[in-house]
């Protein structure tokens, strides 16, 4: 978190609050979000059907089947990712990575992939490094006293943490930012 404060001290300035041109300029800061979004999907699972038979890795899928993609899964698999339980927000900074969402890589799937990929990809891209941005530019976190971050995680439809998260926001800016 101390890496992300201070890249955005240094794109935004203590006496500024963060805006939208910022986001281009914090690119620390997208890879964590990026990387957050490969550890822990929104979605674990993506249902799908095929439009016709087809044969997948062998085995013939007739037309009308459910198909279940497990992201969760894909987006841990050593096979794609170095260190894949590791959080490691450098491996999406790095030159010539193909961990792109929209084009046919398979192996990073936060916002699902095809004809129902997810219609709120360009106000997510936006909204989640701004808001991320603006909380950690403008509050210090801390976890009350005693307690321990757990990052279990609730396995269904959608993930959910075992324990909930509490953080202790203090504020970082000047009095005036917050009235």
Request: aromatic residues 10%.
């Amino acid at each position: 978190m101390q890496k992300v404060q201070d890249e955005i001290k240094e794109v935004v300035g203590m006496g500024n609050m963060v805006e939208e041109s910022h986001l281009l300029k914090l690119n620390y800061l997208n890879a964590v979000v990026k990387e957050v979004m490969r550890l822990h999907p929104v979605i674990p699972l993506i249902l799908r059907s095929p439009g016709a038979s087809v044969i997948l890795g062998g085995y013939l899928v007739p037309l009308g089947t459910k198909i279940c993609i497990n992201v969760w899964a894909i987006q841990r698999d050593p096979q794609y990712w170095d260190d894949p339980l590791m959080f490691k927000p450098d491996r999406f900074l790095n030159s010539g990575n193909d961990y792109d969402y929209k084009g046919t890589n398979f192996n990073y799937l936060p916002f699902g992939t095809g004809r129902r990929v997810c219609v709120g990809i360009p106000i997510a891209e936006k909204m989640v490094p701004y808001l991320l941005a603006s909380l950690l530019h403008s509050f210090d976190w801390k976890l009350p006293d005693a307690m321990e971050l757990d990052l279990s995680e609730t396995f269904g439809l959608e993930l959910r943490k075992t324990i909930p998260l509490l953080a202790i926001p203090t504020p970082r800016l000047s009095g005036t930012f917050y009235a």
